[in-house]
């Protein structure tokens, strides 16, 4: 028997299935999910075929077929982004993008969704501003027809690009300010991410990040998704709401004691993504990733799916990985929805409506 905080986690020898979890009673929790990264096949190909200006570009088209390759490389997901960003260069399209990623989580079973996306300029076509408001206003729209049995809560966080510059990052941090402001419900935090091999940047935008958090905004990072022994001491110093992956904390990972022991302490909920770091080759095995320590010591993580477009995946798919590589119980797997309910940015009311679902699906189901 293992507990995660108040959680009790049993571990049985046989996993049940999993689409009760993730279909039946719609109530998993997605909390790191790039609204580019999680564009499905299906979506890129409606926009570039709506897109008359695409069908003649050269570098997307051959960036089209690279994407088709099977990912070797963290660097490789990075050329992905690219498509993306492609064929969301209108206010329009960013709405279109942002309704199909939200009806995407939705159909698989996610009830409570936060979404982040990087603040976009396109010369002449679309500002920062107006990307922001295309996907708050998608995401008003989609709430207004929640209903009893179709129902999903969304959150948007913005994030800051690390490979952008330090204006760039201010640019969006203020727009996170401002919008937080208009739509205090939905935009409620800011995040750092962007491809991790660009350097210590962390430093720099520590009072940019403080100042956030200073306005009522939580502050999610991407954390050591390759070792980097200073930056991940500085990021796990601040205290952040959240951390993407943590992976290279743990000495095993190229992180050290301190590193992990710093973590540990800090009891900082881990947004853990398992086929991306597997994909991304940051991790080599399934059975390897980090979540086996995660468990073992019961600190609290939140299973989510990164990039569901750019990875293949969904979060249903991210529970069956959990739950066969680690042999989780239904009932532990109940306790993953728990601890990403906790470690979410959802009101105190929406976190009880989350819990109370919960709880009733489990008296259901003995
Ligand atoms: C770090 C990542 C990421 O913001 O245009 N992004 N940053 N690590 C990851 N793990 C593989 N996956 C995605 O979505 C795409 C952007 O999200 C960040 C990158 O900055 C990427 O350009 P948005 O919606």
Redesign the pocket.
Known sequence: MKCLGSLTFKFKQAVNPLAFVCYRFRFTQELHA?????LSEDTLRDLFMENPDLKSDERIKSLISSFLLKSRS?EE??KK??I??AV?VTPAAVKRATKDVISDFAADGVAYLE????P?SVPGIMSKSEYVQAVVDTIKDVQAFNSSDKFIIVKLLL?I???ESPIEAEENVRKAIEANAAYPDIVVGVDL????KYGDVVRNILPLLTEARKSGLKVVL?CA?IPNENEVEEMLKFNADRL??GTCVHPSYGGSEKLWRLLLDSKTPLEV?LT??VK?K?VETYENHHLRHLLQLQHPFAIST??KG??STSLSKEFELAAKTFNLSSLELCNCVAMAINASFASTDEKNELMSKLSAFKIERG
Request: hydrophobic fraction near 20%; glycine fraction near 8%.
């Open positions: 790039h609204l580019n990264g999680s963290l997901c990075f982004f690219e993306a960003h969301t979404l982040r996306t990087t976009r994030s690009n690390r490979q991410s962007g491809n991790p991407h998704e993407g992956h993504c991306s770091n991304c940051t990164d990039d750019v990875f």
